[in-house]
């Protein structure tokens, strides 16, 4: 049996997110295995089950009116619960450093999906092992975003 990983830098992170924004935005990538300083947003979903607020730090890269996410749960056969609450109500806000955001999510389709994914692994290549590691097709989300 494998041991659970540690997930204590995702709180850690969030709480950071929510007491200097400008800080958590620039994410130290070591924490998970990664190199360098990565951008990240915190989403906040509603919890389809519990129907409180539920704030997640996520990597990103902007896109036209909003930002692009990857569901990845680090290659999990499961989805991300944070991704599924946006199936269940797709409306959301998103922090990106000090500017927030509320915000509509869209999955992409198979078929949309392509380019998106492809940039997303170029900015994060793990993505790429977190696929090899899962039977199901890792969900790109697009937020579209509107101003606060």
Known sequence: MTEPRDYSWIREHTALYLQDPERAHDWDATHAGGTGLVPTLL????????GE???TPLLYQPTGSGFVIVASRGGSDHHPAWFLNLLANPDCEIQVGKFRYTATARVLTSEERGPYWEWMVRFWPDYASYQARTEREIPVVVLVAESK
């Open 43 to 50: 989403l906040t979903t509603v919890g389809r089950k519990s």
């Open 53 to 55: 607020q539920r704030p």
